[in-house]
């Protein structure tokens, strides 16, 4: 019989519920330590960003998840993306969930991008913003 060990959890790492709880595609908001906090899964992972547009502080938590229009030709339209962007309510700047990033450098600055991790079917949370470099 072979026995497998469950990885560690980092100690700052919240259990906040069953990766089913976080459908593919439907951007879930939590409060934490006085925060809102959206999470959302994707084909590509699971992100968590903060509620605030670096534009003018919309609530980008309330935007949609979408996709963009990639440079192209004249009369050429290749939408790309799609289910990895969110457009902010207010004004309708977009930013990539993976990294934060203003879509085509748009708007200064990135959205807060938090720790998430999906393991063993539960999804973690910390409150620890991912570095521009790393996300």
């Known amino acids: 019989m072979t026995r497998l060990e469950a990885e560690p959890v980092p100690r700052d790492l919240v259990d906040i519920g069953p990766i089913e709880s976080f459908p593919v595609g439907r951007l879930i908001t939590i409060e934490f330590a006085g925060r809102t906090i959206g999470v959302i899964r994707t084909g590509t992972g699971i992100h968590a960003i903060g ?15 979408t996709g963009t229009m990639a440079p192209s030709l004249p009369n050429e339209y290749v939408y790309e993306k799609d289910g990895e962007i969110i457009r902010c309510p207010w004004h309708g700047y977009e930013f990539e969930l993976s990294t934060g990033q203003s879509v085509g450098g748009a708007v200064r600055g990135r959205v807060a991008i938090y720790t998430v991790e999906a393991r063993a079917g539960r999804v973690y949370f910390a409150l620890r913003r991912v570095p521009a470099d790393s996300a």
């Open 51 to 65: 509620n605030r547009c670096p534009h003018q502080g919309g609530p980008i938590c309330r935007g949609i998840v």
